[in-house]
Nanobody, 121 residues
Framework: QVQLVESGGNSVQPGGSLRLSCAAS????????MGWYRQAPGKQRELVAAFTTGGSTNYADSVKGRFTISRDNAKNTVYLQMNSLKPEDTAVYICHLKYRTRWSGPDIDRWGQGTQVTVSS
């Protein structure tokens, strides 16, 4: 069973910073894509930042220049450094992993439980 454990969510003031972590564990033969989504009340879930299958990165336009995604392959962990936070960044941030358990196996999607980020004065 593959699990994702997220941490780092908190309440901060505008302009503050947070670093989110997502650690994956279990039988992961290969990680094809890994990243962060967020969902605010009354809004659809949206991609924030992610590593693609090809190893490049994607960022939402609203976070470019403020957020940075990184990873530590040895620890099976992905991070999201969030700087210059704004109230509109308030949301539940959810880690996502697409992986295979073997070379010939199917791609499998796994979602974390989410961690709350609140930006307010």
């Amino acid at each position: 069973q593959v699990q994702l454990v997220e941490s780092g969510g908190n309440s901060v003031q505008p302009g503050g910073s947070l670093r989110l972590s997502c650690a994956a564990s279990g039988n992961i033969f290969s990680s094809n894509a890994m990243g962060w989504y967020r969902q605010a009340p009354g809004k659809q879930r949206e991609l924030v930042a992610a590593f693609t299958t090809g190893g490049s990165t994607n960022y939402a336009d609203s976070v470019k220049g403020r957020f940075t995604i990184s990873r530590d392959n040895a620890k099976n962990t992905v991070y999201l450094q969030m700087n210059s936070l704004k109230p509109e960044d308030t949301a539940v941030y959810i880690c996502h992993l697409k992986y295979r358990t073997r070379w010939s196996g199917p791609d499998i999607d796994r979602w974390g439980q989410g961690t709350q980020v609140t930006v307010s004065s």
